[in-house]
């Protein structure tokens, strides 16, 4: 139990990389938390926004690797947004404080769908260049609780962390599996009642996304083939919205394939993050980048309808 916890991956990264605290509201209480790790010359990150059960600290993996090779990468931890606007508002705050023109984001289920809605939210002066959704949804209406999502508030720590655990895989799983649940377990211990009931009311208030909005924005899609929260018919749905994006499929890894499939998840990710290498727009140091890969991107950006990459399933 709790096999991540004690990880040495793990314990060296709470060592060496600082967890930063900001408020850019005018509510003092409004607290983000945030990893931010890599150059800081970089100025179009990778920023990670997690689930409602998840921690920065859930993308602890994708930090170490991706700043290893050169990318700027940050995680983050909401402070407390009752609905979409307000934590739209907040997050813009966030990126003016950091200084931040541009981003990518890869958003966690409901960070996917908070990744929407700001994309969405900023279309008219745009401040995402890309996004990442795994295991993402694009209307709050498939977990039919729209109507109980103005009661959550009202509820005790214990009844919305039951919620929460309801939606985690159960029975037989394979020991990365079972760990990276365990891990998430004891995140989902570590938030207080307003925290998670604020977080469950984003997740399930009535809400969608607008695709025409955001249509020009490069687009992954990363879900699994195996037991997650999703339904199929999110994930066609998905599909549907986002004809042009890249597909990226793993075999499995449930709701938290971050945790538990984190080398396919950090390959899938440098993929998409390819297309940028050479432009403004880079997450990662140039001098990371190869003479002859900046050419084969200059290449791929000009025949940018030959999508597939590697050995990967990218559809």
Same mark, same amino acid.
């Given at each position: 139990m709790g096999e991540i916890k004690v990880s040495p991956d793990y314990n060296w990264f709470r060592s060496t990389v600082p967890l930063k605290k900001i408020i850019v509201d005018d509510d003092d209480s409004k607290?983000?938390?945030?990893?931010d790790a890599g150059p800081r010359s970089i100025r179009c990150p990778l920023i990670f926004l997690?689930?409602?059960?998840?921690?920065?600290?859930?993308?602890?993996?994708?930090? %170490?690797?991706?700043t290893g090779w050169g990318y700027r990468v940050i995680a983050l931890q909401y402070p407390v947004y009752w609905d979409h606007l307000e934590f739209c508002d907040g997050f813009r705050k966030l990126l003016d404080h950091l200084q931040l023109d541009k981003v990518h984001l890869f958003g966690a289920s409901l960070g996917g769908f908070l990744a929407q809605k700001f994309a969405e939210y900023t279309h008219k002066s745009p401040r995402v260049q890309s996004l990442i959704l795994c295991n993402s949804f694009s209307d709050t209406s498939i977990f039919n609780q729209t109507w109980t999502a103005n009661s959550f508030w009202l509820m005790p720590a214990f009844m919305l962390k039951k919620i929460v655990l309801g939606n985690f895989a159960s029975g037989p799983l394979d020991p990365e599996m079972a760990d990276g649940i365990d891990f998430m377990v004891d995140r989902l211990e570590s938030l207080g009642q307003s925290e998670l009931a604020s977080r469950l009311t %984003?997740?399930?208030q009535n809400s969608y996304v607008e695709p025409h909005k955001i249509r020009d924005i490069p687009v992954t899609i990363?879900?699994?083939?195996?037991?997650?929260?999703?339904?199929?018919?999110?994930?066609?749905?998905?599909?549907?919205?986002?004809?042009?994006?890249r597909r990226a499929h793993l075999k499995t890894g449930g709701?938290?394939?971050y945790l538990c499939r984190s080398a396919e998840v950090n390959l899938y990710i440098q993929i998409h993050l390819l297309q940028f290498h050479g432009t403004r727009y880079a997450a990662i140091d140039p001098s990371m980048v190869s003479a002859e890969e900046l050419e084969v991107q200059k290449i791929r950006l000009h025949t940018s309808n030959e999508q597939e990459e590697h050995r990967c399933l990218l559809f």
């Open positions: 607290v983000w938390s945030l990893y997690p689930p409602v059960s998840g921690t920065a600290d859930v993308f602890f993996q994708q930090i %170490l690797a991706l %984003l997740n399930c990363m879900d699994v083939f195996d037991q997650s929260a999703l339904s199929t018919e999110a994930k066609e749905e998905m599909y549907k919205l986002y004809p042009n994006a709701n938290f394939p």
